[in-house]
């Protein structure tokens, strides 16, 4: 059964950055696409980031986060520069494999991932 495991969050002003990691552990081998979320209070899910066979960004984050996964495919980055109070949130990683032939139709749905971590906080104060 895969894990997955986040870690990197903390506390940082506007304009700082941070550096997020996720790796799967058990069957990884399964994956096929992986991702970053996040949910701050109040609010919905929300995916950030997306890596697939193509990678995909949510506009509000474009030049400014950068997602990249090892050749092995275990471990999930978040390069998170520029941040915005509006980043804070607690930021989940997602795995999936189930729609590995439709997953590129919606790589940022909620519902294309089978696979979630368990969150780390993110804080961007101004």
């Known amino acids: 059964q895969v894990q997955l495991m986040e870690s990197g969050g903390g506390a940082v002003q506007a304009g700082g950055s941070l550096r997020l990691s996720c790796v799967a552990s058990?069957?990884?081998?399964?994956?096929?696409?992986m991702g970053w979320f996040r949910q701050a209070p109040g609010k919905e899910r929300e995916g950030v980031a997306a890596?697939?066979?193509?990678?995909y960004y949510n506009p509000s984050v474009k030049g400014r986060f950068t997602i990249s996964r090892d050749i092995a495919g275990n471990t999930l980055t978040l390069q998170m520069n520029s941040l915005k109070p509006e980043d804070t949130a607690v930021y989940y990683c997602?795995?999936?494999?189930?729609?590995?032939?439709?997953?590129?139709?919606?790589?940022?749905?909620?519902?294309?991932?089978?696979?979630w971590g368990r969150g780390t906080q993110v804080t961007v104060s101004s």
């Open positions: 997602a795995a999936g494999n189930v729609y590995r032939n439709t997953w590129f139709a919606a790589p940022l749905e909620v519902r294309m991932y089978n696979l």
């Open positions: 058990g069957a990884a081998g399964s994956i096929n696409y």
């Open positions: 890596a697939g066979t193509n990678i």
